[in-house]
T-cell receptor, first 111, second 115 residues
Framework: QKEVEQDPGPLSVPEGAIVSLNCTYS??????FMWYRQYSRKGPELLMY????GNKEDGRFTAQVDKSSKYISLFIRDSQPSDSATYLC???????????FGKGTTLSVSS | KAGVTQTPRYLIKTRGQQVTLSCSPI?????VSWYQQTPGQGLQFLFE???????NKGNFPGRFSGRQFSNSRSEMNVSTLELGDSALYLC??????????????FGQGTRLTVV
């Protein structure tokens, strides 16, 4: 079993839809949870970062962490065509020098 | 503020050759991490350097090595290239120190193709 599991998709939604992206993990030592967005031919870009459990909101993006279920989510409200990208979850333990990534979910938002 | 710069952007090498990739982190950042991205395995951690010292290493063979210079610039080297080394190699810059590397800023990567 991989440490971090993420459904690769692809996920296709119409503009304005609410998108839910998810990852599960097996390592209970993970304390830091990140979401990155990667456009084609670009490096990943940090979207959101959460420490331990709870919710965090930033504009149209909401990140949720449920450590009891080892499950994290990213919600995108009012999705836009510019949100079309690959979304990667990443996690780190307390030492935090290495990020463990999911394989990414490819999202396509059509206008 | 300039971002993370990786050079070259594209490389084509032959099996058995060696290659050196370069990364210049964001000014003031002292930690540099390297990742390999492939369609099959996704993003995998190679190693991390802070103040010229390797702090952490992923599960890659010894053919993969790196170093960091006093100005925080980093290089990674892959010797005896194999076809399976074809990948996008990403460098991530982080303030470092005691801070967890959760605010990693990635470069655009070097696309290595081994033929």
């Amino acid at each position: 079993q991989k440490e971090v599991e993420q459904d690769p998709g692809p996920l296709s939604v119409p503009e304005g839809a609410i998108v839910s992206l998810n990852c599960t993990y097996s390592n209970s030592a993970f304390q830091y949870f990140m979401w990155y967005r990667q456009y084609s031919r670009k490096g990943p870009e940090l979207l959101m970062y959460t420490y331990s459990s709870g919710n965090k909101e930033d504009g149209r993006f909401t990140a949720q962490v449920d450590k009891s279920s080892k499950y994290i989510s990213l919600f995108i409200r009012d999705s836009q065509p510019s949100d079309s990208a690959t979304y990667l979850c990443a996690m780190a333990n307390q030492a935090g020098t290495a990020l463990i990534f999911g394989k990414g979910t490819t999202l396509s938002v059509s206008s | 503020k300039a971002g993370v710069t990786q050079t070259p952007r594209y490389l084509i090498k032959t099996r058995g050759q060696q290659v050196t990739l370069s990364c210049s982190p964001i000014s003031g950042h002292r930690s540099v991490s390297w990742y390999q991205q492939t369609p099959g395995q996704g993003l995998q951690f190679l190693f991390e350097y802070f103040s010229e010292t390797q702090r952490n290493k992923g599960n890659f063979p010894g053919r993969f090595s790196g170093r960091q210079f006093s100005n925080s610039r980093s290089e990674m080297n892959v010797s005896t290239l194999e076809l399976g080394d074809s990948a996008l190699y990403l460098c991530a810059s982080n303030p470092g120190g005691n801070r967890v590397n959760t605010e990693a800023f990635f470069g655009q990567g070097t696309r290595l193709t081994v033929v």
